[in-house]
């Protein structure tokens, strides 16, 4: 584990390794990557513990969204990486008949990655494995809320990596601060837009490009009548992009529901059905559910539904026991759009559906609010697809089904899987 107390002289140690050129080498980011890959396959069983000690993650669902997918991402950048490295023959005009020109990729430098708490391996070594990848050297500040995944991150992985390219910084807000004092080549956020705007006005004193990872409000149009073919099969999907990702504690995972009101009763009496399926009539002891990070969530959470004018619209769960930081999943019916719950971002096990006169409406629904991080429709109607697509703005748009966009190579900000077969 590094401490900051040795900040500068440690940062300066990086730069003259940065300088030196060693990091630019084939041979070296070949070795920070195989490094990680072995972090991860010889310590899986304690990342798992940590995961359910910090989180109450389920064993499948911490490798489905955590090791899995980091292993996934090592194999594809060792693959890749000589590609990824070599120059690349740009276009000139006729001008320049006789004269050539290359596209010749370079790393930054000294990289900060800031990461977050609700997937602390995955948002830590993702964007770790992009800047070693490239021939950086990487400070990583894991998030502190998750503290025993912070302590294996910082004790236990360095182990593997390069001492002087790659270090591993703990603490708090106070250790955040000190870390944005300092200058740096590129900095790397997943955080929510109070900090990032901290992070980007610390950034702004040496032009500092910074990528900031932040959420959002993401809904589901559910087209019930264009899904009849499988409504089950769609339920199921909403559900795991619900309450199956951290609780809901994920900035991509599914804040509302949007459905006509002729169908609510249906997809109502569905999801009751499947999430007992899913969950059990008693989801704490089910152990198949994360929980909720501290009290301080808990209670924010806690809050929402207990809101006078929201506590009426939920038809199902609302139990909490502050004792384990749990919450079952709950579904809510037509809170007012007033209300905090669907004003601000839930990020927890709380599902509202919204109701609407006709499907096509949720198009104007959008609209009419911040663009979402991500955008899931469930519908066999191209061309309510296709309004969808053309008409709102998102991160991402994934057409029947759910979180699953995380899993592929995004190399576009925006893009479009389509699942219409979703037996």
Known sequence: MESPRNLQGDLESMRVFYRSGESKEVSWRKSQLKGLLSFLEENEVDIMMALKQDLGKHYAEAFRDEVGTLIKSLNLALKSLKKWMSPKKAKLPAIALLSTAELVPEPLGLVLIFSSWNFPFGVSLEPLIGALAAGNTVVLKPSELAPTCSSLLANTMPTYLDGIGVKVIQGGPDVGEQLLQERWDKIFFTGSPRVARIVMSAAAKYL???????????????????????????????????????????????????????????????????????FGENPRESNCMARIVNKQHFLRLKNLIEDPMVKSSIVYGGKTDEENLFIEPTILVDPPLESAIMTEEIFGPLLPIITLEKIEESVEFIKLRPKPLALYVFTKSKTLERRIISETCSGSVTINDAIIQVLFDISEHFIVFDYTNIN
């Open 208 to 278: 500092t490009p910074v990528v900031l990872e932040l959420g959002g409000k993401c809904p589901a149009v559910f087209d019930s009548l264009s899904c009849s073919w499988d409504r089950e099969a769609a339920v199921k999907r909403i559900l795991v992009g619900k309450f199956g990702t951290c609780a809901g504690q994920a900035c991509i995972t599914i804040d509302y529901i949007l459905v006509e009101r002729k169908f609510l009763s249906t997809v109502v009496d569905l999801m009751k059905v499947i999430t007992r399926k899913m």
